[in-house]
Structure formats: structure tokens, C-alpha cells
């Protein structure tokens, strides 16, 4: 972990009503897989999914933002139940944008994950924002934190009990499974 200090980390995602997250080199290790037909493949880790599904049982939406479409992230969104899923979006900073007003939201309720060029417009606006150790050199010197997983590889578990932590909650979020 790097950068913002625990403190400051607590106070802004006290506030956090959303977690948005990048799919190809966050979701996913970055690589894009064509079958036959010509389809996207997607490899999604199973512990970034109970992530997920632990931020919104303690009450944040989650959402993806994505530059591609792909059947294989809608199923995805659809299984986990994500709150909303916005795709083929070439200009982030302007799919963000539609995205608060859409939500009636502002940015500093909003904690972002991305590892590209492309995701500076989101990260740069957010109140907390996140890279994958993999991530390109230029976000990841611009980002709250730098993640110690690589994007596909439980990156997201990791934010998700960081801002959990940070919270309060992944004490209660987890207690289900511990007996508890």
C-alpha cells in the first residue's frame, strides 16, 4: 500500500456511496481472449466477485465502467447484481460525468479503481481512487493507492477490505462466514 494516509483513506470513504471499477486490467489481467466466433473472453477471479457482494451487503452500489462491451461482462454484472454497468465508453471522464448525473451522485461519493491512460479522467475526480500493482506507471503515481494484487488477481478483494476497513464494516461483513 502506498500514498494516502489511513486517516484521510477513513474520512473520505465514510462518504462513499459508490465503487466503480475499470474491467480489462482491474476486473480482468488486461488480456483480451477471442474465441472462434470472435467473442471477447473474460477471466473474472472468484474472490473479487464475494468482494462485490460484500461492499453492497454493507451498503455501497457497485458499478463497472468499461471502454469495450462483452457478453461475458454483462453476465458477470448480471451475476453479481452490480448496480450499474456502462460500456463502450471511449471517453471516461465523460461517461463519468453522464454516470453522477444519471445517479444524481457527485464524485467525492465515488471510489475508483483503474490501471490506464484512460482511467486518469475518473481517477483524477473521485474521492478515493486505486491501481493495481500492474497498473501503468503514469496512474499508478497518481492514484490514492497502489494496490499490492494485480488487476484480475484479487485486486478488487484487497480495495474492497481496505475501504471495508476503512469503514468500519468488514468486521460485520465477514462475520457471517467466521461464525459469528
Not at 474520512?11 to 475499470?22: G, N, P, Y
Not at 453479481?80 to 464524485?107: H, M, N, P, S, Y
Not at 494485480?150 to 476497513?165: C, F, K, M, N, T
Amino acid at each position: 500500500m502506498s500514498g494516502l494516509p489511513d486517516d484521510e483513506l477513513g474520512r473520505r470513504a465514510a462518504r462513499l456511496e459508490w465503487l466503480l471499477l475499470d474491467v480489462d486490467g482491474v476486473l480482468t489481467d488486461g488480456r483480451l481472449v477471442y474465441d472462434g466466433d470472435g467473442e471477447r473472453l473474460k477471466e473474472f477471479h472468484v474472490r473479487d466477485g464475494l468482494a462485490i457482494e460484500l461492499a453492497r451487503r454493507t451498503g455501497l452500489k457497485v458499478g463497472f465502467l468499461s471502454g469495450r462491451t462483452s457478453l461475458a461482462l454483462a453476465r458477470r454484472a448480471r451475476d453479481l447484481g452490480v448496480d450499474a454497468l456502462i460500456t463502450d465508453c471511449a471517453d471516461k471522464g465523460r461517461a463519468f460525468a453522464g454516470f453522477l448525473a444519471e445517479q444524481g451522485t457527485t464524485a467525492d461519493r465515488v471510489a475508483y479503481a483503474g490501471d490506464e491512460l484512460l482511467d486518469l479522467p475518473v481517477l483524477r475526480r473521485c474521492a478515493l481512487s486505486f491501481a493495481p500493482a500492474d497498473a501503468v506507471v503514469e496512474v499508478r503515481a497518481r492514484v490514492d493507492r497502489v494496490l499490492a494484487a494485480g488487476g484480475g488477481d484479487g485486486a478488487v478483494r484487497e480495495l474492497v477490505e481496505i475501504l471495508l476497513r476503512a469503514r468500519g464494516a468488514w468486521d460485520g461483513a465477514v462475520a457471517p462466514f467466521l461464525g459469528g
